[in-house]
C-alpha cells in the first residue's frame, strides 16, 4: 500500500497555487450559489466554472456540464421565480467545500416532472463542491432531501424501511 493522498496532492496543488484561503473556497462556493440561484446571473456563475465542471445531483438522473447545469438552472428558476436559497452552513477543507442550504420558493410552473402548486416548498440541500488551484468549480454533487419535498407537494412517499423490504 502507498503512502496516503492528502486533498492537496489530490487536486494537483502545487505549493505556490495551494496557498488558496479556506475562506476564499467557501467565498467561491457561496458567490456562485448566489450569482446562479438568488440572482439569476448565469454568465457570471459560469465563469467560476472549470473547462471540466460537472454537476451530479439527485434531482437529475446524469452528470451535466456547465451548459447543461446552466439550463436545468433556467429551467428550474423559471418555474420558481421566487426561488430563494440560503446557505445555512459552509464547511472548507483542501480543495472541498461542503454547504448545507435551504431552497425556498413555490413551483409555479411544472419542473422536472413535479408538477405546480401554492405551497411555498423548503428544501434542504447538502453539496459537495471539489475546487481546482485555482478556485475553479470542478465539481458540484448535491443531494436533496426528496421525500420532505415530495411531502410537501402532498405526493405519496414511503418510509425507507417499506421500500427496503419485499
Request: aromatic share 8%; with cysteine.
Amino acid at each position: 500500500m502507498g503512502a496516503p493522498v492528502t486533498c492537496s496532492a489530490a487536486c494537483g496543488a502545487s505549493s505556490r497555487e495551494g496557498n488558496m484561503s479556506l475562506d476564499d473556497r467557501k467565498k467561491v462556493v457561496c458567490q456562485h450559489i448566489d450569482l446562479v440561484w438568488n440572482r439569476g446571473r448565469l454568465a457570471l456563475a459560469e465563469q467560476l466554472h472549470s473547462r471540466d465542471f460537472l454537476y451530479k445531483s439527485s434531482f437529475v438522473g446524469h452528470p451535466l456540464d456547465s451548459a447543461g447545469f446552466i439550463q436545468m438552472v433556467q429551467d428550474i428558476r423559471h418555474a420558481m421565480p421566487d426561488l430563494q436559497v440560503v446557505i445555512e452552513e459552509c464547511i472548507a477543507e483542501g480543495c472541498k467545500v461542503v454547504t448545507w442550504s435551504t431552497l425556498i420558493g413555490t413551483i409555479q410552473k411544472p419542473a422536472l416532472g413535479y408538477p405546480p402548486s401554492d405551497k411555498v416548498l423548503s428544501i434542504s440541500a447538502m453539496a459537495f463542491w471539489t475546487l481546482s488551484p485555482g478556485n475553479e468549480i470542478q465539481e458540484i454533487c448535491t443531494m436533496f432531501d426528496m421525500e420532505s419535498f415530495r411531502s410537501q407537494l402532498g405526493l405519496q412517499t414511503r418510509s425507507f424501511a417499506e421500500k427496503a423490504l419485499p
